[in-house]
């Protein structure tokens, strides 16, 4: 008896984390309006068509080798298992490797100057399946919230 409602409170409690990761919406990372018009072309490779997948850019007012100091120390914030500078073409760039359950992750950032302040340039994704159900939005989210906070 002890043992049937052991198996179904665990049953009870997978379905409820599995309703949970499907209902939990990735957060829309889409530059405002009046921010993408201004944007320069994104020189991280392009996501391909599955949705395992995010790109995004972000300017701000802020020198480059200062973003690209405290964007560092973001990717550390967020819990990032490993991050590498990456020297390319005069950019500053970094890969940092998340690790999910069994699952690694790569999120590539590049920063270069922009009208007098710099733009951020991020990309995340999973390195195998065809959807992340949302996980690498989240993290994206979650990395720009930790940036914004250190800008402060």
């Known amino acids: 008896m002890r043992r049937a409602l052991f198996i179904t409170?665990?049953?009870v409690l997978v379905l409820l984390g599995?309703?949970?990761?499907l209902l939990a919406r990735a957060p829309d990372l889409t530059p405002p309006d009046a921010m993408a018009s201004a944007l320069p072309d994104?020189?991280?490779p392009p996501c391909p068509g599955t949705p395992n997948c995010v790109?995004?850019?972000?300017?701000?007012e802020v020198e480059a080798d200062a973003l690209f100091e405290?964007?560092?120390a973001a990717l550390q914030d967020i819990g990032a298992a490993t991050v590498e500078q990456?020297?390319?073409?005069?950019?500053?760039?970094?890969?940092a490797v998340f690790r999910v359950v069994i699952f690694k992750d790569d999120v590539h950032l590049a920063v270069a100057p922009h009208d007098g302040g710099s733009a951020l340039?991020?990309?995340s994704a999973s390195?195998?399946?065809?959807?992340?159900?949302?996980?690498?939005?989240?993290?994206?989210?979650?990395?720009?919230?930790?940036?914004n906070a250190r800008l402060q």
Do not use: F
């Not at 790109?55 to 701000?60: A, D, E």
């Not at 990456?86 to 890969?95: C, Q, S, V």
């Open 55 to 60: 790109r995004t850019s972000r300017l701000y």
């Open 42 to 44: 994104n020189p991280l």
């Open 86 to 95: 990456e020297a390319e073409a005069g950019d500053r760039r970094l890969h």
């Open 121 to 123: 340039h991020i990309r």
């Open 18 to 21: 599995v309703r949970y990761v």
């Open 9 to 11: 409170g665990a049953l």
């Open 127 to 147: 390195r195998v399946g065809h959807s992340d159900l949302g996980v690498n939005a989240r993290r994206v989210d979650r990395y720009l919230r930790a940036l």
């Open 70 to 72: 405290l964007a560092e």
